[in-house]
């Protein structure tokens, strides 16, 4: 599929801005996954699609690498309050919602179907994650883990984009991906 189409999908879907990178631009950073392991969001050991049950950062970043590209979509919110919780997991959602009905369209138009999607949060398929209830994840085909889960650099990541990321004042910005 055409860059241009991608990014003309995404443009029609709300999205501030979208490209396409090769794989290997993505920055890997092991470390970032002491932030998971810190469970400020508390999904750590709460959902498959986060720590330690998605997989290591080595099998997340082997993953990755095992396809050739990634459309990365972004965007960019005004907020009132950069610290308030509940505003950014709901900008959060709305973003992830944005993604999967991107990814719907894109996929109908062609876009390669056996990629899979990084999210800017945690996996919400479901309203509560059978995690939880020590129960098989009923979505696998669906789970998807976000850009700290996978060690992603995004601010390196939107630089390869020629993407502005701004995570400070009144503007927040979001990022997804769908590797394939």
Excluded at 161 to 178: K, P
Aim: aromatic share 8%.
């Amino acid at each position: 599929m055409e860059e241009s189409r991608i990014r003309e999908l995404a443009a029609a879907e709300g999205f501030a801005a979208a490209a396409v990178i090769p794989v290997n631009e993505l920055v890997f950073v092991p470390e970032y996954r002491k932030y998971c392991e810190e469970n400020s969001c508390g999904n750590y050991g709460a959902n498959y699609g986060c720590p330690p049950d998605c997989g290591t950062p080595e099998v997340m970043k082997a993953r990755v690498l095992a396809h050739t590209h990634a459309a990365v979509f972004q965007t960019r919110t005004q907020v009132r309050d950069f610290m308030d919780d509940r505003e950014m997991k709901k900008l959060k959602k709305r973003h992830t919602e944005m993604t999967w009905k991107l990814l719907e369209k894109l996929k109908q138009e062609g876009m390669d179907q056996n990629g899979f999607p990084i999210m800017c949060g945690p996996c919400g398929i479901c309203p509560v994650c059978h995690k939880t209830e020590e129960t098989p994840c009923v979505c696998p085909e669906k789970m998807a883990s976000c850009l700290s889960a996978y060690c992603i650099d995004a601010g390196k990541m939107a630089e390869s984009c020629g993407m502005e990321i701004q995570w400070d004042g009144n503007i927040v910005s979001f990022f997804s991906l769908y590797i394939y």
